[in-house]
């Protein structure tokens, strides 16, 4: 056989080549799988030789308060679960493709007071339980034995928030290496600062640094692709950079026909950022980014892509009921695809950074975001113990560490974050004007002041002119870090902050439950952009922003119900979402849905019709059942987008009427009760109610069925107890046992009982309304099976696929 020598030499030397800049180029890994972790403190834990070998071995993310127990000791603001704390420990050897590199560990968020340490050496410390930081392993690292990464975290308070915030390394890890010219965290900038149909320009700004020992020539270059792969645009400049500097390089992409991002076409390219070294790629950093414009303007609200639209937007804390805070990325996908069915199409980021991939799936789905960094500055605010509002409050929290930290953590928030598309308002601050929790002023005295609870002004508080400054110094750093995004604040007090420089520092000013000053401030304050931040769900508030063009927006409290915040135990947790905390939308979804979608739906609730001369709770909106007792006076509820809707009980017509929330006072008599929604006389739509027999089964809905097992993955699986007939029964709490098989396990059962304190791990939970969801994650590959039993119901089954 002959051999040609030459291809073979030329052969042999491209895969040298390539070897060597695989070598050289940014490589990055989930650092999530096999850690020891000690819950309780353990002096010397960071020391490699320390005994691990009896700690639990588990992987990351994981919150280890809502492990509990629940507790009527502790506090209301943060659902009565536990703090404390607690040490994670890993062993690793350096992977060979890291070697010879910068090695450096990314953490997305830790709760909270977090210390890291390698090999027995401090690394540093980071106070804030939501700001993403990242330490340098390399001076430390053994290149080829074993290494100890040592975590210590310490949550002493358990009420230091107003809601939950869980405990210990709730976010994803990740460990990371670079050549020694490479590209800084959060390093590349893309804008968009000219968009239309036809043309936009892309501006890319690249921070770098040159940690080697020579002078460097530094080639960037910056390529847009788009969905298809295809190259857009592409741009480079040449940059020297010192050894052991800093260097910028700035660059134009000139983008034809754009693919414009929006709520209904979130259209995304992918930036790809390179740095060459004599002529040899070094670092590669690439990201989804997109291409859409925004503005506001005081009197005529906002604007993307040149469309003016109000912003109808939805409030959301971090956690996921039974998983706490660490919550896989497949749980908040699925609850954005119910929101998104609502007609929502913005999110208010409640009241701290969130996951990185929660950012990513608003760019991927379509929300515009508001990101919003702090619920306090200098001072502390009230944290609730024995119930919301009741008793004597804590003072603990974030405050504590503000001066030293507060500006960092801002800055930090907005580099991490300032490429989403998403991303239209950075907020820096939740209620921080609180009348007198904590600022005051002597305006308290006087007018309408809702939120003070008849207190008035309190001199031994700190003065409200102290937030003026503040806020100009954050505003300051935010805008030093992007200046494509206005800096707004949600204002609680603006009947005092009216008094302050607050809302002038301030490109957008967020009202908080203050419909009633919107036209009062557009006329005294003619140049202020006004929106409801943070808006309770009746009709009027929505009204307020639908008929006012210079209101742009509302955010609802809120979408989802959350952990903490709670009121009086034995509740856990705040019922005010469209979703309760399993995902499974309430009637208040329904209503939302009446108001903010146009396409022909039709939803049927009831209730208990008040007591003569009673006020009804805006938070009971009825529930999709018709088991009542006898001779029981229900009231009825249509919530639709049709022009007139007809209800019918066992066939016989009780009235057609009008509008988006007609209702009927029914004499309860079980059987079917029906209804049907008309356009221009036609039926567009029809649904039923009907009363269910005694619970007979159970029905098992899993939202997918294959999974993938290498990236742990997760099912979803909805729980029903049905009658004989497949209705569901609505009043069922059986008590039901999940069974796996195969490799796979429980990481949590959510039924939404606001009062519901079982281990969210244990097989067996009660099903509330007649329903739970289970998640099952696969811990490797290969069928998967679950089962289903309760006394007395005919078992359910589904089998999964991890591959």
């Not at 796996?740 to 009062?755: C, S």
């Amino acid at each position: 056989m002959k051999i040609n020598v030459r291809l073979l030499i030329l052969l042999t030397g491209c895969l040298l080549l390539g070897n060597r800049l695989a070598h050289a180029q940014r490589q990055q890994m989930l650092f999530n799988s096999d850690w020891k972790f000690h819950l309780g403190d353990v002096p010397g834990s960071e020391q490699p030789g320390a005994a691990d070998k009896d700690w639990r071995t588990l992987d990351l993310p994981h919150d280890w308060s809502i492990e509990g127990p629940y507790s009527e000791q502790l506090a209301s603001a943060t659902a009565f679960l536990p703090g404390g704390l607690g040490w994670y420990r890993k062993t690793f050897t350096t992977p060979a493709g890291f070697r010879n590199k910068k090695v450096f560990v990314y953490f997305d968020g830790v709760y909270k007071n977090s210390e890291v340490w390698l090999n027995g050496h401090s690394l540093g410390k980071r106070p804030s339980g939501f700001a993403s930081f990242q330490y340098e392993l390399t001076p430390h690292l053994n290149a080829t034995g074993p290494n100890v990464l040592a975590v210590k975290v310490d949550h002493p308070q358990s009420a230091d928030s107003r809601w939950y915030t869980g405990s210990g390394i709730y976010r994803n890890v990740y460990l990371l290496a670079t050549a020694p010219v490479h590209i800084r965290p959060w390093g590349v900038a893309f804008t968009t600062p000219t968009v239309s149909a036809s043309a936009a320009t892309g501006r890319v700004a690249v921070s770098f640094t040159n940690a080697s020992a020579s002078a460097a020539s530094v080639t960037v270059t910056s390529t847009l692709l788009n969905a298809k792969g295809q190259t857009v645009a592409t741009a480079k400049q040449t940059v020297p950079a010192k050894p052991g500097t800093d260097a910028t390089a700035n660059l134009t992409l000139p983008i034809k026909q754009p693919a414009l991002w929006s709520a209904d076409h979130p259209n995304l390219y992918r930036l790809r950022t390179t740095l060459a070294v004599a002529g040899q790629p070094v670092d590669e950093v690439s990201e989804e980014v997109g291409v859409r414009s925004i503005r506001f303007d005081a009197n005529k609200g906002f604007f993307l892509n040149g469309e003016n639209m109000k912003l109808k937007g939805l409030c959301i804390h971090d956690d996921a009921g039974a998983l706490g805070v660490a919550v896989p990325p497949e749980v908040w996908e699925r609850r954005l695809k119910k929101l998104k069915e609502v007609g929502c199409n913005s999110l208010r980021m409640s009241h701290n950074p969130h996951a990185d991939y929660l950012y990513q799936l608003c760019d991927r789905l379509g929300f515009m975001v508001m990101d919003e960094a702090f619920d306090e500055w200098e001072h502390g605010k009230n944290k609730w113990v024995a119930g919301w509002n009741v008793g004597t409050p804590a003072q603990f929290g974030p405050h504590e560490y503000f001066k030293e930290w507060g500006e960092r953590d801002l800055r930090d928030m907005v580099l991490r974050n300032r490429n989403r598309p998403s991303i239209i308002l950075w907020s820096i601050g939740n209620e921080i004007d609180y009348p007198n929790d904590p600022y005051s002023h002597e305006v308290l005295n006087t007018g309408r002041n809702p939120q003070i609870y008849g207190k008035g002004y309190l001199p031994d508080h700190p003065p409200a002119s102290e937030m003026g400054p503040i806020a100009k110094r954050l505003v300051a750093v935010a805008k030093q870090a992007d200046r494509s995004r206005p800096i707004t604040a949600a204002l609680a007090g603006v009947v005092m902050s009216n008094f302050t420089d607050y809302p002038a520092a301030l490109d957008v000013v967020g009202y908080n439950y203050l419909e009633f000053r919107y036209p009062e401030d557009h006329q005294k304050y003619p140049n202020r952009v006004i929106y409801g931040s943070e808006n309770g769900m009746a009709r009027d508030a929505w009204a307020a922003v639908d008929t006012n063009a210079y209101v742009s927006a509302q955010y609802l409290w809120t979408g989802i119900d959350y952990l903490g915040e709670a009121r009086r135990w034995p509740q856990r947790a705040n019922g005010a979402g469209l979703l309760d905390m399993a995902g499974f939308p309430k009637a208040e979804f329904y209503l939302r849905k009446s108001l903010w979608t146009s396409a022909p739906m039709l939803y049927l609730a009831a209730a208990e019709v008040p007591a003569a001369g009673a006020t009804p709770d805006r938070r009971q909106r009825g529930t999709a059942s018709w088991n009542w007792p006898a001779a029981s006076q229900v009231r009825v509820t249509a919530y639709t987008t049709n022009e007139a809707t007809e209800l019918f009980l066992n066939g016989q017509s009780l009235g057609r009427k009008t509008g988006r929330q007609p209702s009927w006072d029914v004499a309860y008599a079980a059987g079917e009760l029906s209804a049907k929604g008309y356009r221009k006389d036609k039926v567009v739509n029809e649904t039923k109610l009907q009363t269910a027999g005694a619970p007979a089964a159970i029905q098992l809905t899993p939202d997918r069925r294959t999974l993938p097992a290498n990236t742990r993955g997760l099912a979803q699986l909805a729980v029903a107890v049905v009658d004989a007939a497949g209705c569901p029964v609505p009043t069922a709490t059986d008590e039901i046992t999940v069974a796996l098989t195969g490799p796979a396990r429980l990481l949590g059962i959510e039924n939404g009982d606001l009062a519901n304190h079982d281990n969210p791990t244990t097989p067996r939970h009660r099903a509330h309304q007649g329903r739970l969801l289970v998640y099952v994650q696969p811990t490797g590959a290969g069928p998967i099976g679950v089962t289903l039993t309760a006394p007395g119901l005919r078992a359910a089954s589904a089998q999964l696929q991890a591959q």
